[in-house]
């Protein structure tokens, strides 16, 4: 099983994967039954969640019903203790959408909810991020979670997602983060797949960023808190809902 999920993840379009795993890891997730762990996106209980990842295979990664992450979970934990988005009536733009969260968010926050990709074809509105077709401040809140380290432009990208975003409208904005760098890296001159997973981790990656993250996003002009899972969770919890240590990067646009 490990092997065919490096395989796929490594050698098969993003869109590809998200259609194959959409019927078959929910098939495997049958024969997962148990009460060791549980999905707090898609309700489930399992003896354990399946192992996932692009360079290495993390235990404990991925829901075997909704595919969800530790990102995922620790993600929607937070919106539904901390905010009120599944129940005032904001509009949300959601791009780049994780399968997991498609039918909570849409059966949530209704027609309001618009997700947004280039390629995937979980997403509704096909656009390139760097430059969305949407009005200024069309959004009360915008997701966009892993993609700023795939795009040409991390710094037009953010500014996109600021000027639809309407004052005093907030969002999440993950991306994977190497805490060990005091300043991101990138290398205009790496553009083969090889030299960028070598350089970057993944070949369609063209970045990686440092500790100097959350700086980039108060570039752009928003107010950034960072929230870590033992901020909001105990110890238990973290165990059985296989959570990750990342951070969540909650944004938020002034009222000015």
Not at 3 to 12: E, S, Y
Not at 131 to 144: A, K, N, R, S, Y
Not at 203 to 217: E, K, N, Q, S
């Amino acid at each position: 099983m490990k092997r065919l999920v490096r395989f796929a993840l490594n050698h098969l379009s993003r869109p590809t994967v998200q259609r194959i795993a959409g019927v078959a890891i929910p098939f495997c997730g049958l024969f997962m039954r148990g009460h060791r762990v549980e999905c707090p996106v898609c309700g489930r209980k399992f003896r354990k969640f399946f192992s996932y990842g692009y360079v290495e295979m993390r235990g404990g990664a991925l829901c075997p019903h909704c595919m969800s992450l530790e990102r995922h979970r620790l993600l929607y934990l937070w919106l539904e203790r901390n905010t009120d988005l599944f129940t005032a009536p904001y509009r949300l733009l959601h791009i780049a959408p994780e399968h997991c969260f498609l039918r909570p968010f849409e059966r949530l926050v209704g027609d309001k909810y618009v997700t947004a990709d280039l390629e995937s074809p979980l997403a509704k509105v096909k656009l390139d991020v760097q430059q969305m077709p949407f009005d200024d401040c069309e959004f009360d809140v915008v997701i966009c979670n892993h993609i700023l380290e795939h795009v040409d432009s991390d710094r037009k990208a953010l500014e996109e997602i600021f000027r639809v975003m309407r004052c005093g409208g907030w969002g999440i904005l993950l991306s994977p983060v190497d805490y060990g760098l005091e300043s991101s890296y990138e290398d205009p001159t790496k553009t083969t797949p090889e030299e960028r997973r070598e350089a970057f981790g993944q070949p369609d990656h063209l970045r990686i960023f440092g500790r100097d993250y959350a700086d980039r996003l108060r570039a752009a002009g928003f107010e950034v808190e960072e929230i870590r899972a033992t901020d909001f969770l105990s110890a238990e919890e973290i165990t059985r809902y296989g959570i990750a240590t990342d951070r969540i990067h909650f944004v938020r646009k002034s009222q000015g």
